[in-house]
């Protein structure tokens, strides 16, 4: 494929982040800012892996344990971590991570399928991954983050 053809088929921008060893991105156009870490407030009888809610700028948003939501275990919070703040559907939402990376670029053609490795509650979030200078990235589907369905069977 020539590079005319290559960048005729580039199509999403990404924003890079670890969470542990692991990285990760979401599509730059769900994000609406980057902040660090603020102490959420508990909500009684949340989700498990909802640390609490945060005041931004006169609104409320809940913050997600991204780790905790993906199965790989729960974060401890630190000055350290950084607070995604993403659109989710209808909702803004706070999403816990370790730290933030890059700004990717790639086409949709260069992002593959997630191996079917049964009983891995990882899967269920990752819309596939992306192999970079050496790295291996996975491309999160934010939609399935607050899907509750797939949280009962995670």
Do not use: Y
């Not at 401890?76 to 990376?101: F, K, N, P, T, Y």
């Not at 260069?110 to 291996?136: C, H, S, V, W, Y």
Request: proline share 4%; with cysteine; charged share 25%.
């Amino acid at each position: 494929m020539t590079q005319a053809a290559d960048s005729a088929h580039e199509g999403s921008e990404l924003i890079s982040f670890r969470i542990g060893e692991q990285e990760f991105c979401v599509d730059i156009m769900a994000v609406r800012e980057i902040r660090g870490w603020t102490p959420a407030t508990p909500v009684p009888h949340s989700q498990r892996f909802v640390k609490g809610v945060i005041n931004l700028r006169g609104a409320v948003l809940p913050v997600v344990d991204l780790a905790d939501r993906l199965g790989i275990g729960v974060a401890e919070e630190s000055a350290r971590h950084v607070i995604i703040v993403a659109q989710i559907r209808d909702r803004i939402v706070g999403l816990l991570v370790d730290a933030v990376c890059d700004i990717l670029s790639t086409a949709e053609h260069k992002i593959q399928r997630t191996p079917d490795l049964a009983g891995d509650p990882m899967q269920n979030f990752i819309r596939g991954l992306i192999t970079l200078e050496g790295r291996m990235i996975s491309l999160i589907d934010l939609d399935l983050i607050l899907d509750q369905t797939r949280a009962e069977a995670a």
